[in-house]
């Protein structure tokens, strides 16, 4: 089914309820990986044979819905003012006069024009990455961050996604630190522009700029094998977070917050790029 046809189906107020930012972002994953098109509580289902819906694998986003959600996403950043936008971005005019921004994720420099996204002065290589980069600038920015800490759970229409975070972030974190000294994971963290929370009582703990205005903080705990306490990760979001991407941009930013830590984990602190 296209996405179109779903599309023609809901308000396309972008109101959010359905934890998407964007209504064409539900309709193509509706069409394309199998969301459930009822997570939308205006949808018009009269007609819709919702049991053909969602052969796609689910695991996998398929490509042409990644490339569908560029364009559209692409197509919106071509309205907006960037000379207006950057500082609520936290981002900076590119310095040579094109009408483009610049900004840091995950100590990576992204250059965005109208016409060109850039991530360390290359095409970025998975198409999620895109969509993140181009659904923070779409945000145009919104409140700025107030160390008001939640989990994931606690953010509104989140819970379908608890469990991938866990897999995709927080497992993955907890089994490769476990029994690390802390002073090396704090190191790591401070590579990705990331600074300590001395008053916290994980056994490391840091605040990570994953974009300007999307800092995560990053708790870890190490075993006790004598009280059988396995090592454990939590990721806590900013209470204003949803202002710069939508919940499933979220997820993935730290998947990649995650993919960072266990690329820079995997020399010793002093050899670690």
């Known amino acids: ?161 608890v469990k991938t975070l866990a897999t995709y972030c927080e497992d993955r974190l907890a089994q490769l630190f476990t029994s690390r000294p802390a002073k090396d994971i704090l190191t790591y963290c401070k590579m990705l522009d990331g600074k300590p929370v001395l008053e916290s009582s994980a056994t490391a703990a840091a605040v990570i700029p994953v974009l300007p205005m999307v800092p995560q903080q990053f708790l870890f705990w190490d075993e006790e094998p004598e009280d059988g306490f396995e090592a454990k990760v939590k990721i806590l979001f900013d209470a204003h977070v949803l202002d710069y991407l939508d919940v499933e941009s979220l997820v993935f930013s730290a998947e990649r917050l995650a993919d960072r830590l266990m690329q820079l984990a995997s020399f010793p602190p002093d050899r670690a790029k």
């Open 1 to 161: 089914m296209n996405p179109l046809d779903i599309l023609k189906r809901i308000p396309k107020t972008n109101c959010g309820e359905c934890g998407y930012s964007a209504c064409l972002a539900f309709a193509a994953n509706v069409a394309k990986s199998g969301e459930d098109p009822q997570k939308c509580p205006y949808i018009d289902l009269d007609g819709l044979d919702i049991q053909s819906l969602g052969n796609t694998n689910l695991d996998n986003l398929s490509e042409e819905r990644d490339l569908e959600l560029i364009r559209h996403l692409k197509s919106k950043v071509q309205d907006l003012d960037f000379r207006k936008i950057a500082p609520r971005l936290g981002a900076v005019l590119s310095p040579d006069g094109e009408d483009a921004i610049i900004f840091s994720y995950l100590a990576q420099e992204v250059f965005m024009s109208k016409s060109q996204l850039l991530l360390n002065g290359k095409n970025p290589e998975d198409h999620r990455d895109q969509i993140l980069l181009y659904n923070f600038v779409h945000s145009a920015g919104g409140s700025r961050p107030t160390g008001d800490w939640l989990g994931l759970e606690s953010l509104p229409n989140t819970i379908s996604k």
